[in-house]
């Protein structure tokens, strides 16, 4: 099911060259995020900075959260992914959306305008009130287990 999601350009760089954010298969789940920089910009190994993409969006639904992923060819490639693992954008934010990009590469990586940098992926939202109890009322075999409880394999 498709829905539609207001869209607007807020920054003049985003020209008639540069594609607005699409998604490149049928099958997509995300739809790739454009840089909107007026000239290249280079991230240093190490280095982390925020790139907008020239567009915001009204989602209209508070039960709508856009999340901002990395793109897995920059990731694997490059070392270049979102910093702060995935970008949340909520449905009352109208600004510009930006990408906050970190270099964990070896090398310097170019960005120039138009550049595929990042997924925008929409997902449904639950939101909930937390009950504070001395014990749960329901216990699993897992229970408190966690972070390599289970073994190797």
């Known amino acids: 099911m498709r829905r539609i999601i207001e869209a607007k350009v807020v920054n003049d760089l985003l020209g008639s060259d540069v594609p607005e954010p699409a998604y490149t298969t049928p099958w997509s789940a995300a739809m790739d995020l454009r840089a909107c ?19 915001a969006i009204n989602m209209k639904d508070p039960n709508l959260v856009a999340v901002v992923a990395s793109r897995s060819g920059l990731s694997l490639k490059h070392g270049v992914r979102v910093a702060q693992g995935i970008g949340v954008i909520d449905a009352d934010y109208h600004g510009e959306i930006g990408v906050i990009l970190i270099n964990e590469g070896e090398h310097s990586f170019k960005i120039d305008q138009g550049d595929r940098i990042a997924q925008l992926m929409f997902q449904p939202v639950v939101q909930v009130d937390f009950d504070f109890v001395a ?3 329901t216990t699993t075999e897992r229970g408190a287990g966690g972070f390599g409880h289970s073994g190797k394999v």
């Not at 920089?37 to 567009?55: E, F, K, M, Y």
């Open 37 to 55: 920089i007026a000239g290249p910009v280079t991230l240093q190994p190490g280095q982390r900075t925020l790139i907008p993409t020239g567009i």
């Open 135 to 137: 014990d749960f009322s």
